[in-house]
Nanobody, 123 residues
Framework: QVQLVESGGGLVQAGASLRLSCAASGRTFSSYAMGWFRQAPGKEREFVAAINWSGGRTYYADSVRGRFTISRDNAKNAVYLRMNSLKPEDTAVYYC????????????????WGQGTQVTVSS
């Protein structure tokens, strides 16, 4: 069992940066692939970024590649999402997820989810 708690969201202006954090409970955190997803009002949840258990492999959605960076610290049971050059279209609730399988962009293959943190980017 893994419990996930996101933090770091907020209201920022376009062009600003934020760093989201996801704190995980459980001694097996380092064995999980971790992902960030987001859901904007009226839209389906979409993949943002993912990182494998060691941090050696990462995936990004085309819409955030080059602006967002996912990282993890297994010693701290944490995963991060650094978001630079934020745009109004990045406004969404951001969710952290843990998956026991292979690194994937598919939300259905993640086993555990946090409650989400709101990111709002004003123009």
């Amino acid at each position: 069992q893994v419990q996930l708690v996101e933090s770091g969201g907020g209201l920022v202006q376009a062009g600003a940066s934020l760093r989201l954090s996801c704190a995980a409970s459980g001694r097996t955190f380092s064995s999980y692939a971790m992902g960030w997803f987001r859901q904007a009002p009226g839209k389906e949840r979409e993949f943002v970024a993912a990182i494998n258990w060691s941090g050696g492999r990462t995936y990004y959605a085309d819409s955030v590649r080059g602006r967002f960076t996912i990282s993890r610290d297994n010693a701290k049971n944490a995963v991060y999402l650094r978001m630079n050059s934020l745009k109004p279209e990045d406004t969404a609730v951001y969710y952290c997820a843990a998956g026991s399988g292979v690194l994937t962009t598919s939300s259905s293959l993640y086993d555990y989810w946090g409650q989400g943190t709101q990111v709002t980017v004003s123009s």
